[in-house]
Structures are given as C-alpha cells and as structure tokens.
C-alpha cells in the first residue's frame, strides 16, 4: 500500500513539470470517473439517468471545480 500511495505521488510530482495543475487535476478525474462508472455497469449496479443525472453532474462540478481550480489557476 505505502509503495503505490508513494508513486502517485511522484508521478504527479513529475507531470507537474509538463501539465498545467488544473488539466492534470482534470484528467484525473475524468479517468477516475470512467473507472467507476466502469464498474458500475460491469456490477450493474445502478447509474443515475435523465434529471438524476444532471443534479448530479451540476453538484459534482461546482463541488471539484470551486474546490480545486481556485487553488490550481494562480500556478497556471
């Protein structure tokens, strides 16, 4: 557990050399994302669809993006 925990950490130490913080956060998520909705439907467990959907995405973004993109915009 320790070894992978300190490789993510060096692999964003590293891209950080090439990526502005805010596309890097991005693409984390959106990979991270995929994963799970991945999953989801691989388990069949059940995925939001129509209004659900978009409640959840509004909420989603404003919660990561005023979370993270103030913190990451002055860096970029």
Known sequence: MCFFWG???LGIRMSLESFPP????SVRY???GAILLAFAGARGIYVPRGRELAAACFSGFFTLGWGTAPWCLPNC
Do not use: N
């Open 22 to 25: 805010l596309m890097l956060v």
């Open 7 to 9: 490789t993510t950490y």
């Open 30 to 32: 959106v990979i991270s």
